[in-house]
């Protein structure tokens, strides 16, 4: 099993930056990929980064180059680095770690809000 607990969401003026962190506990030397997720009301669930064991990143085209994915793995966490943020980036962020048998965790999320 593997724990995620997310933290570092809140309000931002649009244009402003958030640095989101997800820290993993539990089997972490199972975790292949991390990523984050967003929902926003109302809205399916959808990819915002992900990033692997070896470093690759992947983003949704809408964040790129203003989010940025990194990940520590000598603390287990990763980060989502978020910049020049609009209001359509409103949402609850999720963490999710995929181990090397496929097997999916989440975290509890964290609410982001850009609003003026």
């Known amino acids: 099993q593997v724990q995620l607990v997310e933290s570092g969401g809140g309000l931002v003026q649009p244009g402003g930056s958030l640095r989101l962190s997800c820290a993993a506990s539990?089997?972490?030397?199972?975790?292949?990929?991390m990523g984050w997720y967003r929902q926003a009301p109302g809205k399916q669930r959808e990819l915002v980064a992900t990033?692997?064991?070896?470093?690759?990143?992947n983003y949704v085209d809408s964040v790129k180059g203003r989010f940025t994915i990194s990940r520590d793995n000598a603390k287990n966490t990763v980060y989502l680095q978020m910049n020049s943020l609009k209001p359509e980036d409103t949402a609850v962020y999720y963490c999710?770690?995929?181990?090397?048998?496929?097997?999916?965790?989440w975290g509890q999320g964290t609410q982001v809000t850009v609003s003026s």
């Open positions: 990033i692997s064991s070896g470093g690759s990143t």
């Open positions: 999710k770690a995929t181990s090397h048998r496929a097997f999916h965790y």
């Open positions: 539990g089997s972490i030397f199972s975790i292949n990929t």
